[in-house]
């Protein structure tokens, strides 16, 4: 049954026509709100993931529930036709449960805020936020395990709740929730900015409303989603045929030894639609790197990487969904079934966008990325210090982004674009570690005329005994470089210590006991690289060596032959790149890497670590 809403006033909205400068007024009012948003989150939560990081994404919707400004997409569509009950003037909605949003949010560290706004007894908007908690409870600090086997395991889940209702707050829940919690300092101060941030942005749509009028203001929130409508079918025919294109991609293993699974999408246009399905995609894991995808999610995905690409000025928001058909097969890595576990869901997030980056770029391979959003690092630090208190650190780190047909990609940046690192003073004044080293890692970024984005070597010494857990991917298929390009470095964690030994560890790891002056050494993937490597500047690759981005045997992967100082030998170079033409195969508008089988032959020798081994459910498949 479809949720009821309760207004006083009934009165339909009459359409009005928008003139362009109040269209823009409000277009720019309704972005700023967003970022108002974002400001009143940081300014008021406590944990680093929130407050330093920004691991949170608000939203804007209209009377309907489609996003008009926001960054992941509009799931209220989907809460109303599911939420068995009202919604009126001073509730307000809270949930973390995926299962009970179809993956609005996509594991249950994400707690989620919805609030209806009201305005002289009518619903006009909705606004809401949601954002990455520290620890929800669960078996392991944090609430990621990796050999979770169902959602059971990984800590609190929270159906739709009213936490306000008419007014009045629901403190017996708060209590309750925050009970499961090893943070609940951190947890409610959250909330409360998830709350606030909510409201500020209520605030601004009822001054808007009240400015223009309610019938103006909605009226121009409907020409922003036609407008985009309009934008987005201009794109699609432009770039994207009727010729079916698939791509695939794979994560490298579910930390229990099983690996790689693939995900696939082949897309194709039927008139004006564009079709996305991802069949031929891995079945579910048993462990907690399944990602369950909501449908509207990766609409918005699809749209930020053509409005991005094709044309960064267009505000992007709900108004094109209904030209993508979105399918994701039933019990596939995708779409898992309940109660699968879900809380290492970021691999395969990460990967959606390489995979998008492969599928519109086949096409027009001018506007195609390499790989490098591929995943999203963490790091999680717990204990008791030497007073015997306790801490918990949970910290996203950065990889490499990809080359692009614009140039080289950033070296060391977040996957999100709104995130930021925890600044290495706040690191070591609130938790017992020093940051030895925080720099780029030269040459993991792949070589091309684009250079892919080197990846980060960070080195934390621990100042306490406890634990460390670790979720990084992108350590056994390596980001893949295009039109020339080579793919970047893998991911590789190495645990020295205090004693000087020093060991490989894994990318999904939990409960590694380190000891006061252990060191641990997180290095993550770099970018895979754009175009010739043979065709870039000599002069820029002898820079790129003394600014410590390049070493010299690294520029030999550009041909170029230069000194320590960065100067170039020109003689040298010329001769090496003409032997390089010469002796190379064609190149390709991929560049993989080697291939599966020859990974796992070299794996060992490469990486240090075992590869993973098959899933067995492929291996019962091949066997029939």
Known sequence: MPATIIQTNDKPFEKKVIDPVTLDIIENALRNARIEMDATLVRTAMSPGIREQGDAFPLIADHTGKMIVGQFGSFIGGFLDNWE???????????????????????????????????????????????????????????????????????????????????????????????????????????????????????????????????????????????????????????????????????????????????????????????????????????????????????????????????????????????????IPDGSLLKPKFPAALSGRTHALGRIFDILGGLLGQKTPEFLNAAGFSSSPHLFYSGNDKKGDWFQLFQIGFGGIPGRPMGDGPDGHSLWPGFTNVPNEFLERYFPLLIERYETEPDSGGAGLHRGGNGIHMTYRFLASGTISIHDDRWFVPPWGVNGGEPGKRARKVLEKADGTAQIIGNKVEDVHVEEGDQLHFITWGGGGWGDPLDRDPALVGKEITQGLVTVEGAKAYGVVAGSDGAVDHAATEALRTKMRAERPALELFNYGPAVEKLRADCEAETGLPAPVQPKWATLEAAE
């Not at 619903?123 to 409870?137: R, V």
């Not at 998830?194 to 909605?218: K, N, P, T």
């Open 85 to 327: 009950g009202t919604l009126e003037d001073g509730d307000m909605i809270f949930l973390s449960d995926p299962y009970s949003c179809a993956g609005a949010v996509s594991h249950s560290n994400d707690w989620l805020v919805l609030l209806p706004v009201f305005k002289d007894g009518r619903l006009i908007a909705y606004t809401s936020m949601f954002g990455h908690q520290s620890d929800i409870g669960g078996k392991v600090v944090g609430s990621m395990p990796i050999n979770a086997r169902s959602i059971f395991e990984e800590g609190v889940r929270i159906p739709p709740v009213k936490i306000w209702k008419k007014g009045e707050y629901n403190e017996d829940l708060m209590k309750l929730v925050m009970h499961q919690t090893r943070k609940p300092d951190w947890c409610q101060a959250d909330l409360n900015a998830l709350i606030a941030s909510c409201r500020v942005a209520a605030r601004r749509v009822i001054e808007m409303a009240a400015r223009f009028g309610d019938d103006v203001y909605i009226s121009a929130t409907q020409e922003l989603l036609a407008r985009n409508h309009r934008a987005m079918k201009s794109l699609i025919a432009m770039a994207i045929g009727e010729e079916p294109v698939s791509f695939e991609d794979y994560i490298c293993d579910d930390g229990m030894g099983s690996g790689p699974y693939k995900i696939k999408c082949t897309m194709w246009r039927e008139g004006e639609k564009v079709v996305l399905d991802f069949a031929g995609t891995d079945p579910q894991s048993q462990a907690s790197i399944n990602f369950y995808l909501n449908e509207n999610m990766f609409k918005m995905f699809f749209g930020i990487y053509m409005i991005m690409v094709f044309d960064p000025q267009i505000l992007f928001n709900d108004g094109f969904y209904d030209l993508i058909d979105v399918r």
